[in-house]
T-cell receptor, first 114, second 111 residues
């Protein structure tokens, strides 16, 4: 069984540019989460999809961030326009159920905004 | 507000030593996770606990719900155990899967 895959593994962009991160969850996992780790801080929740619906997007920092999960399969997280403070590692995780189930994490996408 | 505290922040040990990493939280939880991240690698789930104790190989995780505290122990530590260990909780009453994380403990085991 393939794990959670994220693409790209590393992205370097200039301030003001747009970047799209992609996450492919484990097949059959309805729940998909985006998290972010900013340098020196703890990992923080961004949002949670159940299938194609946004169950909880309370962690999204502002309207420059747009997440989608069309068809309930893979998800994309777009940052437009990127700012310096968006730099960090973006993790995706998936689980079969939301409650009391292990979340399986991807390797993360390291975003550097210059 | 994040109320998941881990200690120590950094830990250095000699191969073979017994390691303990601590995690405390401030409000009731439904589950606590211990995660591992190797340098340049993804995050791997080690344990999910809601009570008692779990063991997997040389790793043992315990949780005291009344004390709001969990520990991760590594027996006979090995250089390959060098990684960041992260504690994360799901708060009680939440039907959602959102996790709240500690800042992690950087463990380095020297041969």
């Amino acid at each position: 069984e393939a794990g959670v895959t994220q693409f790209p593994s590393h992205s370097v962009i200039e301030k003001g540019q747009t970047v799209t991160l992609r996450c492919d969850p484990i097949s059959g996992h309805d729940n998909l989460y985006w998290y972010r780790r900013v340098m020196g801080k703890e990992i923080k929740f961004l949002l949670h999809f159940v299938k194609e619906s946004k169950q909880d997007e309370s962690g999204m920092p502002n309207n420059r961030f747009l997440a989608e999960r069309t068809g309930g399969t893979y998800s994309t997280l777009k940052v437009q326009p990127a700012e310096l403070e968006d730099s960090g590692v973006y993790f995706c995780a998936s689980s079969r159920q939301a409650y009391h189930h292990i979340q399986y994490f991807g390797a993360g996408t390291r975003l550097s905004v210059l | 507000k994040n109320e998941v505290e881990q200690s120590p922040q950094n830990l250095t040990a000699q191969e073979g030593e017994f390691i303990t990493i601590n995690c405390s939280y401030s409000v009731g939880i439904s589950a606590l996770h211990w995660l591992q991240q190797h340098p340049g690698g993804g995050i791997v789930s080690l344990f999910m606990l809601s009570s008692g104790k779990k063991k997997h190989g040389r790793l043992i995780a315990t949780i005291n719900i009344q004390e709001k505290h969990s520990s991760l122990h590594i027996t006979a530590s090995h250089p390959r155990d060098s990684a960041v260990y992260i504690c994360a909780v799901r708060y009680r009453g939440s039907t959602l899967g959102r996790l709240y994380f500690g800042r992690g403990t950087q463990l380095t085991v020297w041969p």
